[in-house]
């Protein structure tokens, strides 16, 4: 049954500002990136992506790739060429997923529900779009690795948005099935 919460739309909706407004965003992601670091707005997730890239290279450990961490840098070691550097930037970390996982819960999460089922509901979908932009680090690597950094960057500039937007449709199609009560329900 579906119910007056709507998460998909707005979901769809960000997402068509995000692919709107993405060649301008990789455009001026240098630019945005270094006015961040001046004005000391990056900082705090700079202190998340040493933490991300130690997780993205574990998990390209477990499909068979060696790479190592430095502080927010990934190194990935090549067979036979020399190491593969990339950069874990706090634009890089998936802020803007966030954001979007944010927008998604204010529509995603209005009615009465109980606390315990919002809290769940935030777990969740917090959980996972971490784990989503992990794996995107880990593609990025995989692609740099195997098919070179230009390609890699596309990746990175815009597949990333796109597997986030299909990650947040996932995740709410699953919340409203699994966690969030139907109407009628005794929640």
């Given at each position: 049954?579906?119910?007056?919460?709507?998460?998909?739309?707005?979901?769809?909706?960000?997402?068509?500002?995000?692919?709107?407004?993405?060649?301008?965003?990789?455009?001026?992601?240098?630019?945005?990136?270094v006015g961040a670091v001046q004005t000391g707005l990056a900082g705090p997730l700079d202190a998340?992506?040493?933490?991300?890239?130690?997780?993205?290279?574990?998990?390209?450990?477990?499909?068979?790739?060696?790479?190592?961490?430095?502080?927010?840098?990934?190194?990935?070691?090549?067979?036979?060429?020399?190491?593969?550097?990339?950069?874990?930037?706090?634009?890089?970390?998936?802020?803007?997923?966030?954001?979007?996982?944010?927008?998604?819960?204010?529509?995603?999460?209005?009615?009465?529900?109980?606390w315990d089922v919002r809290v769940q509901v935030v777990l969740a979908g917090l959980t996972g779009?971490?784990?989503?932009?992990?794996?995107?680090?880990?593609?990025?690597?995989?692609?740099?690795?195997?098919?070179?950094?230009?390609?890699?960057?596309?990746?990175?500039?815009?597949?990333?948005?796109?597997?986030?937007?299909?990650?947040?449709?996932?995740?709410?199609?699953?919340?409203?099935?699994?966690?969030?009560?139907?109407?009628?329900?005794?929640?």
């Amino acid at each position: 049954m579906l119910s007056d919460r709507r998460p998909s739309a707005v979901v769809l909706a960000g997402a068509a500002l995000l692919l709107l407004a993405l060649p301008l965003v990789a455009t001026f992601d240098d630019l945005l990136a270094v006015g961040a670091v001046q004005t000391g707005l990056a900082g705090p997730l700079d202190a998340v992506a040493p933490l991300e890239a130690r997780m993205a290279a574990a998990l390209l450990g477990w499909v068979g790739l060696r790479a190592g961490v430095s502080g927010p840098m990934l190194v990935l070691a090549v067979p036979h060429a020399a190491p593969i550097t990339l950069w874990i930037t706090w634009n890089c970390v998936g802020w803007q997923s966030l954001v979007l996982f944010g927008i998604s819960l204010a529509t995603g999460l209005r009615g009465g529900l109980r606390w315990d089922v919002r809290v769940q509901v935030v777990l969740a979908g917090l959980t996972g779009t971490v784990l989503v932009n992990v794996l995107r680090m880990a593609v990025v690597a995989i692609v740099a690795t195997v098919v070179g950094s230009h390609t890699a960057v596309l990746l990175h500039d815009y597949g990333g948005t796109l597997l986030v937007v299909a990650w947040l449709l996932a995740f709410w199609a699953g919340a409203d099935r699994w966690l969030l009560p139907g109407e009628g329900s005794a929640a």
